[in-house]
Nanobody, 115 residues
Framework: QVQLVESGGGLVQPGGSLRLSCAASGTIFNGDVMGWYRQAPGKQRELVANVLGTGRTNYADSVKGRFTISRDNAVNTVYLEMNNLKPEDTAVYLC?????????WGQGTQVTVSS
């Protein structure tokens, strides 16, 4: 069983930065896909970014050039560095780990971008 705990959310002004962390307890394999999704009120959950075990990354078009995902396999943690934040980035950000057919979700951390 894997448990995911996110941290790093908060309130930030437009143009600001935040760094999210997601620590996984349990057994995580280097081949697992780790990523971040977000869900804004009234909207569907969407993929923000993920990183494969090979290190390959994928980003939503809306965050390319502003967000950077990384992972540290030694401590089973995935990070999301968010720069130049915009009000439309406001959402609950959820950590996600995919181990073959099994998917794990964190509880989410709120990110609010507002002046």
């Amino acid at each position: 069983q894997v448990q995911l705990v996110e941290s790093g959310g908060g309130l930030v002004q437009p143009g600001g930065s935040l760094r999210l962390s997601c620590a996984a307890s349990g057994t995580i394999f280097n081949g697992d896909v780790m990523g971040w999704y977000r869900q804004a009120p009234g909207k569907q959950r969407e993929l923000v970014a993920n990183v494969l075990g090979t290190g390959r990354t994928n980003y939503a078009d809306s965050v390319k050039g502003r967000f950077t995902i990384s992972r540290d396999n030694a401590v089973n943690t995935v990070y999301l560095e968010m720069n130049n934040l915009k009000p439309e980035d406001t959402a609950v950000y959820l950590c996600n780990v995919r181990d073959g057919p099994t998917v794990y979700w964190g509880q989410g951390t709120q990110v609010t971008v507002s002046s």
